[in-house]
């Protein structure tokens, strides 16, 4: 008798500062943890059965409790390895704890979740693309930058414009003899027009080439981490290309005008 107190004495004295630091926070623990108060991910699901080949009988092996989640993404997907107990209701010790894989699968659409955490926590939530608009209006609003920036386009678009008329008509009032030439042998004004066009274009796109190809290569040498430091998107490509033959088109007609009341008998003058 006298050697069961003694036992249980230790016990109790070894075991029990045990308990008490295990109620207690400690200074490693991770704590804080808390469930979801709305949309949880997973949760105790009774339709989940497998034949138990221990009890030789069905089980709905998630029914009661789902814990102990580790996620990992692998090839876009989301794994979640948990752990679930199979009968609710009992006391811990009568129910069998058993490990699942969940994977992940196209769900709810993003703008409809944006709009469940606006309804439900009165906070903003946007989508990458909603957020990015979202900013740049701000930036546009707010500040002085898209002005600027605009300025700059629209100086260089009329700059351009100017230059590159000045060159085409230049070169066609040189070759004016050629050109009259040209018309004396049965050449039409349509075809000189798009001689120019063709000339106006090849310039054109040649220099767009260089250009972005300089802009990129000097993007890739300056950038770190091997992605470049401004968006190249080919929206943004194919405004610029737009522009350009744009400028390209109203400078070759500049010249165009000037072949349309050019007289052959230029050739003997």
Known sequence: MLKSIV???AAFLFLFPLSVLAQTDQAWQLTGFAKPA?????GADSSFTFFCPVKKEMVQWQKADVFNPAAIVRNGKVYILFRAEDIPGTAIGMRTSRIGLAKSKDGIPIQEVTRR?????GLGAF???EFGW?????VLKNTGIGINFGTTILLGFIVGM??????FYLFTVEN??????LKAMGASTFTLAKMILLQAFTVGLTGYGVGVGLATAFGYVTARGGSLPFIETWQLLLLVLVGLLTICTFSALISIVKLAKL??????R
Not at 117 to 121: G, S
């Open 38 to 42: 709305f949309n949880p991910i997973m």
């Open 134 to 138: 979202k900013t740049i209006g701000w």
């Open 127 to 129: 989508t990458a693309e």
């Open 176 to 181: 004016l003899r050629q050109f009259g030439a």
């Open 7 to 9: 036992k249980f004495a």
């Open 117 to 121: 955490i606006r309804e439900q926590t």
């Open 263 to 268: 007289e052959p008998a230029i050739v003997f």
């Open 162 to 167: 100017a230059i590159s008329g000045q060159t």
